[in-house]
């Protein structure tokens, strides 16, 4: 579980910006506020340690659309997590910086275990390496040490969680298609292994058990759910209840709407197995009718019993269902350019407790996005 994410300077992600998400968190704010860059974050840093910081500065147009723009010298971009493991707390953290807009190198990076065995750390600062003796992996002024140090014990299970961290943007028409069977895990940013996934739900098992049952209270009429192969290809199928003969007939992706295989998407990606320890779900209201959000937040607020729960919203409905003493709502703006972050706390929920606003209603007035605005001039 992530316990503090703190971020500066990483595209429109203003300097020092910190926040600590519960199990379920909740980031609302405008088009164009940055909330995607934001999550972006931690799809960066899993990047950046499992395939090298330049494949992930090159995935996302390079150095210049990573680090926040300035008129003179280049931010340095930096990011640090505080990361609750099973074997016990960790810190991480990189900093990037470059002398002209086109360059880069890793300024510094460190961090720090506690587990059984007791503390392990190393520290980087430009040339000077301080780490326990034999624990010199090599590297260069674009990598990242952890990177080379994937292998050893010690951090292994730091790498394994930040390999695992995952933010979704499902599109429906990713997951129509036929697909090609992919032995990557977990689930693609996108579903573009969707199906792969999907047939790895063992018939009877809890997980498939659930995405029938979730889908059936969607649509009222999907009763299973199979992966069949054609022609090379893997092909996910519905069975539905039908007016035919039989009563029930198998369809494919392609015949299912947009909304139902959105569903279908985020389900999977909640119960694939192993499960994740964090996930990101980006506006899981679109293409999805407003009658099936409060279901849809059902199963994001079970999936935080194993997993921590990143959400971005734009839709009232899921605000309203929020259980706003439990899950941390995050508001987002973009002030002069910046993208600043801040927990709705105190007096800004005043209406809410009260019950003479619904969070929702406070959301679409602007009366949320005016507070935090007076809070950031004061």
């Known amino acids: 579980m992530i316990k503090k994410l703190y971020v500066s300077n990483y595209r429109s992600v203003g300097p020092n910006v910190e926040i600590r998400p519960g ?3 909740v980031f609302i704010g405008p088009n164009g ?24 500065i090159t995935h996302r147009g390079g150095i210049d659309l990573v680090r926040r723009r300035s008129s003179g010298h280049p931010y340095n971009v930096q990011v640090e997590l505080e990361i609750e493991l099973e074997s016990g707390g960790c810190t991480y953290g990189f900093t990037i910086t470059g002398d002209r807009l086109e360059e880069y190198r890793v300024k510094s990076e460190k961090a720090e275990i506690k587990d059984a065995n007791g503390r392990i750390s190393f520290y980087r600062d430009g040339d000077d390496w301080q780490a326990p003796e034999g624990l010199s992996p090599r590297m260069d002024e674009q990598s990242l040490a952890l990177t080379a140090l994937g292998g050893s014990a010690r951090f292994k299970p730091l790498v394994d969680f930040l390999s695992k961290l995952m933010v979704y943007t499902i599109f429906p028409d990713t997951l129509r298609v036929p697909q090609t069977f992919d032995p990557v895990r977990p689930m693609a940013r ?5 199906v792969s996934i999907l047939r790895d739900f063992k018939p ?3 997980a498939k058990n659930d995405l029938i049952a979730a889908l059936n209270r969607l649509t009222g009429d999907i009763q299973d759910v199979r992966v069949t192969s054609a022609a090379g290809y893997l092909v996910a199928e519905f069975k539905q209840k039908t007016r035919a003969e039989k009563g029930k007939r198998w369809f494919s992706a392609s015949q299912q709407s947009d909304g139902t295989l959105r569903v279908a998407g985020l389900l999977t990606a909640l119960l694939q197995e192993p499960q994740l320890p964090v996930v990101g779900v980006e506006e899981p209201e679109l293409t999805v009718h407003p ?3 409060p279901l849809l937040y059902d199963y ?3 999936a935080r019993e194993v997993s921590q729960i990143l959400v971005t919203t734009h839709s009232p409905i899921i605000l309203d269902v929020l259980d706003i003493e439990r899950d941390g709502v995050f508001v987002v703006n973009r002030i002069e350019g910046r993208t600043d972050i801040k927990k709705v706390t105190g007096a800004q929920l005043e209406p809410v407790r009260k019950s003479l606003l619904s969070l929702g209603d406070l959301f679409l007035s602007g009366d949320l996005q005016l507070k935090l605005s007076l809070i950031e001039g004061s």
């Open 23 to 25: 199990r379920l968190s």
């Open 300 to 302: 994001l607020n079970q």
């Open 291 to 293: 009658g099936a959000l």
């Open 33 to 56: 506020s940055g909330k995607s860059n934001f999550l972006d974050v931690l799809s960066f840093v899993r990047d950046a340690v499992m395939q090298g910081l330049p494949a992930a």
């Open 204 to 206: 009877d098992s809890v």
């Open 190 to 194: 996108h579903g573009e292994n969707w």
